[in-house]
């Protein structure tokens, strides 16, 4: 099976309940980083993304929003930021 591409995603969402709220962060924690209260960037593949969104949908009710964005490979970099840190590079590894 072809390996998938791991696309940058953002993640930005109000939630109106608390409660709900807390569970739509640690669900998000699990494959982003935190990049402002409710804004996370993480790579993932198209399934991996859908998994996510299969999980938050209970989760939320009609007065509440959750965009994902998804950027291009290169944007990122041309992306500009002051304090946080950076996403971490996808990058392979040796195994000795």
Excluded: H
């Amino acid at each position: 099976m072809a390996k998938q591409k791991r696309w940058v995603r953002v993640f930005a969402y109000d939630v109106v309940s608390n409660r709900m709220r807390s569970k739509v962060a640690d669900i998000l924690e699990e494959v982003a980083v935190r990049v402002q209260l409710s804004v996370f960037e993480g790579r993932l593949t198209d399934r991996e993304l859908d998994a996510v969104m299969a999980r938050l949908q209970p989760l939320l009710t009609r007065e509440d929003k959750l965009r994902v964005y998804t950027l291009p490979d290169g944007l990122l970099a041309a992306c500009r930021r002051i304090g946080g840190a950076p996403l971490p590079e996808q990058q392979g590894f040796w195994l000795l």
